[in-house]
């Protein structure tokens, strides 16, 4: 019988169209669930610290396929160590870091694939390019050497409605053809439906695959 982590993933890959890729957030997971998932054909794994996964990517060398995705924000003096550990990186969210990212990854030889991540709504809680600044840089940022941009992110903040949800997820796909771009790296658990349904190619998926979190001692306690 196949465990409830592989009943999640089936389900999941039977509601998903076909062209959408999934990408498993596997942040503060075990590399074993890791394993179970590849086992299944998953590959794809987003993380969000480097030291988690370096270390699971450590236990996890014997899968040769393995496809990285960083999907934390990304601090400019951890580019490097980043680089050398993910290929696909969704939170590349300014123009200087997109420099840096570009000119460390031609130092290494490394060529990153990209998602601009766009801030449509304020939202003290994220970051991002503001849409217009973006559209200004795109000329300059997207012939930067040794970058391969795929499309925009977007992390819409939290609680908002769903006619709400989905006119800043079709405000982000008209941002990404305008650029030219056809990935869009839209939807987590809670609002993944509405995301496919407004034209994201990639699902971000965490909760909703692997359950309750693997550590609920390490989640802060609520005020009440
Ligand atoms: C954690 C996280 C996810 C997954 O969130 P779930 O609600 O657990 O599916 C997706 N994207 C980013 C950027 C995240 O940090």
């Given at each position: 019988m196949a465990s409830p982590l592989v009943e999640r993933l089936r389900l999941l890959r039977q509601q998903l169209p076909p062209a959408v890729q999934l990408l498993a957030?596997?942040?503060?997971?075990?590399?074993a669930q890791i394993r179970e998932l590849y086992g299944e054909g998953q590959r794809s794994f987003g993380e969000n610290r480097l030291q988690e996964a370096q270390a699971k990517q450590a236990e996890l060398?014997?899968?040769?396929d393995l496809d990285w995705h960083f999907i934390g924000r990304i601090q400019a003096n951890k580019v490097r160590p980043l680089l050398a550990c993910f290929?696909?990186?969704?939170?590349?969210?300014?123009a200087a870091l997109a420099e840096r990212i570009s000119r460390i990854a031609l130092e290494g030889g490394h060529g990153p694939r990209l998602y601009a991540q766009v801030k449509l709504l304020p939202d003290p809680t994220k970051t991002g390019f503001d849409p217009q600044e973006l559209r200004r840089l795109w000329p300059q940022l997207r012939t930067l050497p040794a970058l391969n941009w795929l499309g925009v992110m977007v992390m819409p903040p939290f609680g908002l409605e769903a006619q709400l949800l989905t006119a800043l997820f079709e405000q982000a796909c008209q941002l990404g053809t305008e650029l030219g771009l056809p990935g869009r790296s839209m939807g987590m658990s809670g609002d993944w439906p509405l995301a496919v349904a407004s034209g994201s190619t990639l699902v971000r998926i965490g909760g909703g695959l692997f359950?309750?979190?693997?550590?609920?001692?390490?989640i802060p306690a609520t005020c009440d």
């Open positions: 957030v596997s942040k503060g997971q075990p590399a060398q014997d899968l040769p290929s696909t990186f969704h939170g590349v969210d300014g359950g309750q979190a693997q550590n609920p001692d390490k």
